[in-house]
């Protein structure tokens, strides 16, 4: 589970720049997660590190939908009185379907990830020996009320769905529909966070990069220069820098 869990974040993090969680509300702002396992191993707060919480928005009534290419929708037969049966299908492998309710974005506030230096201090760990090159901390946090998410595991996969409506339903109108799953062929994965309290369904990280390349935002270095240091200074040739993160190849 843990391989297709990394499978899907990482291509979510392709189609729109932050990673997604197949079991909601178990990534929290602040978290330590072990890349490579993808589990959560710590957080910041367990090493002394304290930052504060920035809300970037809250849509309550916000339906976004996230699907790859290729997902289509289709009517069935109609089934049983008030019940709408309809199917999706996903013409390529390993396909991803996320609709949400509700928006809510959390974030650690710049002035800690910069004036702060909350990178420095997590270098400073480094060196102390209490962090791991495979980690990563999560940075951004967004949680939705209500969730559904289905994987494929292969072409031309389909799963039906079964809604409690007299009359055929849009994929717009899935997330406030009473749904149950059906039959399926080639799913990987598919689950339905029950309409409730805010849950974390995907999220933005930063790590320790040795690069001296490119010029990420709210970067760090692991060393600073004394005050009326000549400018001959030379810095280390590997400084390290807390960037956003991203899966290799």
């Known amino acids: 589970m843990s391989k297709l869990n990394i499978y899907y974040s990482k291509e979510f993090r392709k189609e729109y720049g932050k990673y997604a969680i197949m079991d909601p ?18 957080s910041l707060k367990n090493l002394g590190i304290e930052f504060t919480e920035k809300v970037k928005n809250d849509i ?13 929708m289709g009517n069935l037969s109609a089934g049983q009185a008030d019940i709408a049966k309809f199917g999706l299908s996903f013409s390529s492998d390993n396909s991803i379907f996320l609709s949400t309710k509700g928006s809510k974005t959390v974030c650690i506030a710049e002035d800690n990830l910069d004036k702060n230096n909350i990178g420095k201090q997590i270098i400073s760990q480094y060196k102390k020996g209490k962090w791991e090159m495979d980690w990563i901390v999560v940075t951004e946090v967004e949680y939705a009320k209500k969730a559904i998410i289905i994987l494929s595991n292969g072409k031309n996969a389909e799963i039906e769905l079964n809604a409690q409506s007299p009359s055929p339903i849009g994929i717009g109108e899935m997330i406030n529909a009473e749904l149950s799953f059906g039959s399926e062929s080639s799913i990987g994965f598919r689950y339905i966070m029950p309409e409730g309290e805010y849950r974390s369904v995907l999220f933005k990280a930063k790590f320790l990069d040795k690069s001296l390349f490119g010029n990420p935002k709210f970067t760090t270095r692991d060393f600073t220069p004394p005050e009326g240091l000549s400018t001959e200074f030379v810095a280390p040739t590997e400084p390290k820098y807390l960037k956003e993160f991203e899966w290799e190849e």
């Open 25 to 42: 509300d178990t990534v929290k702002l602040g978290d330590i997660i072990n890349f490579k396992t993808f589990e959560v191993v710590g």
């Open 60 to 72: 309550p009534d916000a339906e976004p939908i996230y699907k790859s290419k290729g997902i289509k």
